[in-house]
């Protein structure tokens, strides 16, 4: 199989579970600077014995580069580093009148997914103090003072080892 059709096959196939998982989504907003503010959506996905964090990304200019890393910082001081693929981006574009200007307004989404094993989604259930994911044109990195997303992903990975595989 040539390298561009593995690469479409792939990018398929994670939309696809993108698109099954992204009702049992956790977010948050996150504004370091006015300009590159973004929205965060994590979901988990399981794919035969592997399971996923899918991340997407809503800015006006972040992205998640080719491979993305992703590092989490739990509670209990245990760092989880996570490598991933970006499987997708896109933009809309719209303009808002002021006046008699015309302000365009172009909202980015970027998603990428993570691979990540039961033992690392046990250590998650402590809670996420801190989760730092590589994007250009800067590195997206929050913290946290109590958990937000650790417990539920955790729930996510819970209800996608019940799914049944059976066809």
């Known amino acids: 199989m040539s390298y561009n059709l593995r690469r479409i096959v792939i990018i398929i196939s994670a939309l696809f579970i993108c698109a099954v998982s992204l009702a049992q989504t956790v977010g948050y907003s996150h504004k370091p600077l006015a300009a590159e503010g973004c929205s965060m959506k994590y979901s988990v996905a399981k794919q035969d014995t592997s399971y996923y964090i899918i991340a997407t990304v809503s800015s006006d200019r972040l992205r998640f580069l080719g491979e993305p890393q992703m590092k989490i910082r739990t509670f209990n001081d245990e760092v989880i580093t996570l490598n991933g693929v970006n499987i997708g981006n896109g933009s809309q574009s719209a303009g808002m009148v002021i006046g008699n200007i015309v302000y365009p307004i172009t909202e980015i989404n970027s998603t990428a997914q993570f691979l990540i094993t039961p033992q690392q989604f046990e250590l998650l259930k402590d809670g996420v103090a801190k ?14 003072k109590k958990d937000k997303i650790g417990k539920k992903l955790y729930d996510f990975f819970i209800k996608q080892q019940s799914v049944s595989d059976d066809f």
């Open 131 to 144: 989760i730092r994911i590589s994007m250009t044109p800067m590195n997206h990195e929050k913290s946290f």
